[in-house]
Nanobody, 126 residues
Framework: QVQLAESGGGLVQAGGSLRLACAGSGRTFSDYAMAWFRQAPGKEREFVAALTWNGGSTYYAASVKSRFTISRDNAKNTVYLQMNSLKVEDTAVYSC???????????????????WGQGTQVTVSS
């Protein structure tokens, strides 16, 4: 069983920064792609960023590219999302997820992920 727990969310002013962390427990996730998704009130869940099992390749939604950075520390079973230049429209619950396939490239659809954290709230004020 894999458990994922996000932390680092909070309230920040527009233009500010936050760093989210996703800690994994149980079976290691070091051999799996990881991703961050977000869901704003009244909207569908959307892909934010992902990276391969070894962190060699990263993928971003167009709306966050150049502002957000995803990374991982497999020794700590932790994935991070550094969020800079935050905008009001970044307000959402952010969740991390582990991919289904062993060492496969990540995809942007939530259907490619089988384990999810509970999420952490990020609120950006104007």
């Amino acid at each position: 069983q894999v458990q994922l727990a996000e932390s680092g969310g909070g309230l920040v002013q527009a233009g500010g920064s936050l760093r989210l962390a996703c800690a994994g427990s149980g079976r290691t996730f070091s051999d799996y792609a990881m991703a961050w998704f977000r869901q704003a009130p009244g909207k569908e869940r959307e892909f934010v960023a992902a990276l391969t099992w070894n962190g060699g390749s990263t993928y971003y939604a167009a709306s966050v590219k150049s502002r957000f950075t995803i990374s991982r520390d497999n020794a700590k079973n932790t994935v991070y999302l550094q969020m800079n230049s935050l905008k009001v429209e970044d307000t959402a619950v952010y969740s991390c997820a582990r991919s289904i396939g062993y060492r496969v490239s990540p995809i942007t659809s939530a259907r490619g992920y089988e384990y999810w954290g509970q999420g952490t709230q990020v609120t950006v004020s104007s």
